[in-house]
C-alpha cells in the first residue's frame, strides 16, 4: 500500500503545505489516511470521518483546502486519492467540506478560483449547488439528507400554523 513517504511538508512564513514528491495519475491512490488517534471534536489537525470521529492524520494535517482541489480525502474506504493528473514537486490540496460538516476553525479562502466558495466553514454552510460540484464523502451527504429533511418539517408545521 502506498505509504506518506512520498509527501513532504514545506513551512514558509509559518505557513505548512503538503508537497509531492512524486507524480500521480488521475485516480491514482496517494497514502491511506491515517485512524490511529480519533476524537470526538474537530480540531486543526483532524479531518472527519464520520458522525462524531474525528481522526488525527499526521503529516495530512498539512493539505490546505482548495476550491479546486487535487486530491480526494475518501473516509469510507480511508484513502486518499488524485483527482486529477499531478505533478511531482506540486502541493496537494483538498476541498475541507467533502470531509467537515462544521470546522473548528473557519477562514476565508483566497484561493482564487472561479468556483471560490469563500467561507470555509463546513458543508453545512454551504448551499446545495455549490456542493454538488464536489466530491462528498457519505456522512457529509447523510448530514445534507437530514438537514433537508428537517427544513420540510419546520416548513410544514409553519403551515400548519398558518
Ligand atoms: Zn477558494
Known amino acids: ?20 514528491k512524486q507524480a500521480y495519475k488521475k485516480g491514482e491512490v496517494i497514502c491511506e489516511i491515517p485512524t490511529e488517534k480519533v476524537v470526538n471534536k474537530p480540531n486543526r489537525f483532524t479531518v472527519q470521518i464520520d458522525r ?17 482541489p487535487n486530491v480526494i480525502l475518501d473516509t469510507e474506504h480511508l484513502l486518499v486519492y488524485a483527482a486529477k ?7 496537494l490540496s483538498f476541498f475541507y467540506p467533502a ?16 468556483s471560490c466558495i469563500h467561507v470555509v466553514a463546513g458543508a453545512r454552510f454551504l448551499p ?3 456542493l454538488e460540484h464536489h466530491f462528498l464523502n ?4 447523510e448530514y445534507m439528507i437530514e438537514l433537508l429533511n428537517n427544513t420540510e418539517l419546520h416548513l410544514r408545521k409553519l403551515q400548519e400554523v398558518e
Do not use: Q, Y
Open 99 to 114: 470531509t467537515e460538516w462544521e470546522m473548528d476553525a473557519p477562514f476565508i479562502c483566497l484561493c482564487g478560483a472561479s
Open 85 to 91: 493528473d499531478i505533478e511531482k514537486g506540486e502541493e
Open 128 to 130: 446545495l449547488s455549490t
Open 1 to 20: 500500500m502506498a505509504s506518506m513517504d512520498t509527501l513532504t511538508i514545506k513551512t514558509e512564513n509559518k505557513f505548512r503545505s503538503l508537497i509531492t
Open 138 to 141: 457519505k456522512h457529509i451527504r
Open 52 to 68: 462524531d470521529k474525528h481522526t488525527n492524520v499526521g503529516k495530512l494535517a498539512a493539505l490546505n483546502h482548495s476550491c479546486d
